[in-house]
């Protein structure tokens, strides 16, 4: 097994160009989520997917961010025009549904997405 | 929304002694309270939870307290070892909201030889 895949691990784009990050869940966890991790703001929700199904996407900024999940093997974070502020670590998790709500997130090691 | 709140930003233990981190939460809705971890250089990976339907659960050298009135929870580790030192998220999870998980800002532990 092994773990939540992440690529690329460290992208460098310029300001206003497209960013797409991908994720591989673990084989058989049925939820993805995505979270941006920063100095200044922790680790905030972003979005998360259910059985491939877009369930909560409370946290992406509207405008530029969009995320997809085309099938169960992987899942994407495209932002497009892309500004120095988007500069983060990106992590994706995946999880299987557990008892009573308890559901344990397997973290992949981030794309670290740094916007000259 | 949820929101948490992770009291120490640092904390710095002798190795052996016990080092306590404590989170604060909002929502009484929220009934799910896991832990994180993330050492130097790698992702965050699972340490320990505890549901809302008790009020102290322990792991070897974790133990997890709640108390739900206060809406407060937090995470002691006992004989602390050099390997402990990394960040410690705490998190809550409102059951109706969905899955999701809000976390603290995290504790960056030290523990000095």
Same mark, same amino acid.
């Given at each position: 097994n092994a773990g939540v895949i992440q690529t690329p691990r460290?992208? %460098?784009?310029?300001?206003?160009? +497209?960013?797409? $990050?991908?994720? +591989?869940?673990?084989?058989?966890? !049925? &939820?993805?989520?995505?979270? *941006?991790?920063?100095?200044?703001?922790? $680790?905030?929700? $972003?979005?998360?997917? *259910?059985?491939? &199904?877009?369930?909560? @996407? #409370?946290?992406?900024?509207? +405008?530029?961010? !969009? &995320?997809?999940?085309?099938?169960? #093997?992987? !899942?994407?974070?495209?932002?497009? #025009?892309?500004?120095?502020? @988007?500069? &983060? %670590?990106?992590?994706c998790a995946s999880s299987l549904p557990g008892g009573g709500g308890a559901e344990t997130l397997y973290f992949g090691s981030g794309t670290r997405l740094t916007v000259l | 929304g949820e929101k948490v709140e992770q009291h120490e930003s640092t904390l710095s233990v002798r190795e052996g002694d016990s080092a306590v981190i404590n989170c604060t939460y909002t929502d009484t809705a929220s009934s799910y309270f896991p832990w994180y971890k993330q050492e130097a250089g790698k992702s965050l990976h699972f340490v320990i939870d505890i549901r809302s339907n008790v009020d102290r659960k322990q792991s070897q050298r974790l133990i997890v307290l709640l108390d739900k009135k206060a809406k407060r929870f937090s995470l002691h580790i006992t004989a602390t070892q050099p390997e402990d030192s990394a960040i410690y998220f705490c998190a809550a999870r409102d059951n109706n909201a969905g899955a999701k998980l809000t976390f603290g800002g995290g504790t960056r532990l030290t523990v000095r030889p």
């Open positions: 460290h992208k %460098v784009t310029g300001k206003g160009q +497209e960013a797409t $990050l991908w994720c +591989e869940p673990i084989s058989g966890h !049925s &939820a993805v989520f995505w979270y *941006r991790q920063t100095i200044v703001q922790g $680790l905030e929700f $972003l979005t998360y997917f *259910r059985n491939q &199904a877009p369930i909560d @996407d #409370s946290g992406m900024p509207k +405008e530029r961010f !969009s &995320a997809q999940m085309p099938n169960q #093997s992987h !899942s994407t974070l495209k932002i497009q #025009s892309t500004q120095p502020q @988007d500069s &983060a %670590v990106y992590l | -």
